[in-house]
């Protein structure tokens, strides 16, 4: 089993539309859960932190739920330029991070 | 600005040679940096972890005399990849920790393609 597990996509979905995420992992050891973003061939961007108790940032909002090791990203009103790919990423501690392969959303007119 | 810089962006070698590509945080030490590998449509996978001063660690299944990594320098660290092969052909990435607010930065990566 792959310690970080997401859905591959692609998403396709129009401009305006709400869409979600989901993130499995195996170790529940595990301390800190990030969302980043990865255009292609380039780095991964920090997008959020997820938090047990949710959190919210503009469109963005991410669950934990670590009872399930489960991790959510939802985005509202999707625009162009998020299209990307969207890495879940577990860490034991602050710097060693475990990628998933990324999930990828492709929003269109 | 960017905080880590990766150099080359890309590199085309001949089936054979050493490549190196260089990690350098800009602003501030960095006495760990890691080097990821990226295959198309796959994620990135932690190759090795280099620690300034010592020998890096290297993740199971990664060639330490094959994927030489140095780490001489509070802000430099090298991966160069010895007598590459066609299969070496991948997105390289790095990244730094900075202690002092406990992020991570990464470089713009190097895709390499071995001829």
């Known amino acids: 089993r792959k310690e970080v597990e997401q859905d591959p996509g692609p998403f396709n979905v129009p401009e305006g539309a709400t869409v979600a995420f989901n993130c499995t992992y195996s170790?529940?050891?595990?301390?800190?859960f990030f969302w980043y973003r990865q255009d292609c061939r380039k780095e991964p961007k920090l997008l959020m932190s997820v938090y047990s108790s949710g959190n919210e940032d503009g469109r963005f909002t991410a669950q934990l739920n670590r009872a399930s090791q489960y991790i959510s990203l939802l985005i509202r009103d999707s625009k162009l330029s998020d299209s990307a790919t969207y890495l879940c990423v577990v860490a034991g501690t602050a710097s060693k991070l475990t990628f998933g392969t990324g999930t990828r959303l492709q929003v269109t007119l | 600005g960017a905080v880590v810089s990766q150099h080359p962006s890309w590199v085309i070698c001949k089936s054979g040679t050493s490549v190196k590509i260089e990690c350098r945080s800009l602003d501030f030490q960095a006495t760990t940096m890691f080097w990821y590998r990226q295959f198309p449509k796959q994620s990135l996978m932690l190759m090795a972890t280099s620690n300034e001063g010592s020998k890096a660690t290297y993740e199971q299944g990664v060639e330490k005399d094959k994927f030489l990594i140095n780490h001489a320098s509070l802000t430099l660290s090298t991966l160069t990849v010895t007598s590459a092969h066609p299969e070496d052909s991948s997105f390289y990435i790095c990244s730094a920790f900075r202690v002092t607010n406990e992020k991570l930065f990464f470089g713009s990566g190097t895709q390499l393609s071995v001829l």
């Open positions: 170790n529940s050891a595990s301390q800190s």
